[in-house]
T-cell receptor
């Protein structure tokens, strides 16, 4: 069965600190995609990254980085030098190949960046 | 490209009323989806479609209906609104090739 677990319900850090959001997933498929989406206070869902199951290279985009480890079924997201604009709910998600692109979302982690 | 658009942005319904939430995309995506997001929760799939004329149930389809007569449009129908349907509804689309879904801005629905 597919499952995405974001154990951190809510995190607060002071601006400029680094913060890591955890994501653990379960799937029986060998081919799948993992995602992170951001939902700022305005409510829209913003796509941040997609990673396929065959690519375990870590990725960095500016202050954002993602660590994918198949051995621990984790896809963690780190924000370096956090800023107030990073305050949002962050969702980790899983999509299995050949399943009509259906996505299973975690419950999200609400991140507060304090000035 | 406008991407995925949804109307209305906000609506209040009385119990038992019906309404249609509109969703349109201009990216020529074959796949479209409807989700609901309850407070403090992730998104749950209501219905989806892999092409015009084809629809299928998701995780929480009860109380909803969909149709897909064109590639661009994917309306969601609530026939007899209930308080349990108070939620934010998101429409999304994808190419069906790499799993990435692109979301509309959402419709906030309040059923009283």
């Amino acid at each position: 069965a597919q499952k995405v677990t974001q154990a951190q319900t809510e995190i607060s850090v002071v601006e400029k600190e680094d913060v890591t959001l955890d994501c653990v997933y379960e799937t029986r498929d060998t081919t799948y995609y993992l995602f992170w989406y951001k939902q700022p206070p305005s409510g829209e869902l913003v796509f941040l990254i997609r990673r396929n199951s065959f690519d375990e290279q870590n990725e960095i985009s500016g202050r954002y980085s993602w660590n994918f480890q198949k051995s621990t079924s984790s896809f963690n997201f780190t924000i370096t030098a956090s800023q107030v604009v990073d305050s949002a709910v962050y969702f980790c998600a899983l999509s299995e190949a050949n399943r009509d692109d259906k996505i299973i979302f975690g419950k999200g982690t609400r991140l507060h960046i304090l000035p | 490209n406008a991407g995925v658009t949804q109307t209305p942005k906000f609506r209040i319904l009385k119990i038992g009323q019906s309404m249609t939430l509109q969703c349109a995309q201009d990216m020529n995506h074959n796949y479209m989806y409807w989700y609901r997001q309850d407070p403090g929760m992730g998104l749950k799939l209501i219905y989806y479609s892999v092409g015009a004329g084809i629809t299928d149930k998701g995780e929480v389809p009860n109380g909803y209906n969909v149709s897909r007569s064109t590639t661009e449009d994917f309306p969601l129908r609530l026939e007899l609104a209930a308080p349990s349907q108070t939620s934010v509804y998101f429409c999304a689309s994808s190419t069906g090739q790499d799993g990435t879904q692109y979301f509309g801005p959402g419709t906030r629905l309040l059923v009283l």
